[in-house]
């Protein structure tokens, strides 16, 4: 069963910082991957979806990398602001593309 | 939030009523997903709909029951509510079964 995990689980920074939200998957087999963000009480928005055939996608100040064979991804924020605050989620896809999602790291940056 | 809109956003019943929630799109994407989220557990997928007619079990199927009359719409069915289905309830659409696309909520507490 594919288990995914992030970390840290919370993270605080002040404003201006560059920073890397970590994601960790058990089974390599997946064909994508999934950032999405979420803001308290909200839904999830998507941010970055990356085929396993890509090793990096950009939007904006977010960067996120793919590495299959570890089983690694990252999601880099430059120059972080305080409308960054959210939590961020990771997820793959599994059978009937049944999404799984990390834990989620929650994000605050200071002003 | 993608063209999805869920409703009701917010529900208070009692055990043993049924409950329905409907998720809604004008995307006109084949694939319709309900998850839910519980502290502790992350999303997890309930059902899925991979076109009009066609829904499939998700990890957390016991309880709950869908149906998909027409693309743009898939409702949810509580037959009878009990208190461990007290949850968020997000929506999500996918036109080709990559990217997923999540709604705004709804937000269920079953005394």
């Known amino acids: 069963k594919q288990e995914v995990t992030q970390i840290p689980a919370a993270l605080s920074v002040p404003e201006g910082e560059n920073l890397v939200l970590n994601c960790s998957f058990t089974d390599s087999a997946i064909y994508n991957l999934q950032w999405f963000r979420q803001d308290p009480g909200k839904g999830l928005t998507s941010l970055l979806l990356?085929?396993?055939?890509?090793r990096e996608q950009t939007s904006g100040r977010l960067n996120a990398s793919l590495d299959k064979s570890s089983g690694r991804s990252t999601l880099y924020i430059a120059a972080s602001q305080p409308g960054d605050s959210a939590t961020y989620l990771c997820?793959?896809?599994?059978?009937?593309?049944?999404?799984?999602f990390g834990g989620g790291t929650r994000l605050m940056v200071k002003p | 939030d993608a063209g999805i809109t869920q409703s009701p956003r917010h529900k208070v019943t009692e055990t043993g009523t049924p409950v329905t929630l409907r998720c809604h799109q004008t995307?006109?994407?084949?694939?319709m997903y309900w998850y839910r989220q519980d502290p502790g557990h992350g999303l997890r997928l309930i059902h899925y709909s991979y076109g009009v007619k066609d829904t499939d079990k998700g990890e957390v199927s016991d309880g709950y029951s869908v149906s998909r009359s027409k693309t743009e719409d898939f409702l949810l069915t509580l037959e009878s509510a009990t208190s461990s289905q007290t949850s968020v309830y997000f929506c999500a659409i996918s036109p080709d079964g990559n990217e997923q696309f999540f709604g705004p909520g709804t937000r269920l507490t079953v005394l």
């Open positions: 990356i085929q396993s055939s890509q």
């Open positions: 997820a793959v896809p599994g059978a009937g593309n049944m999404l799984t």
């Open positions: 995307e006109n994407h084949r694939y």
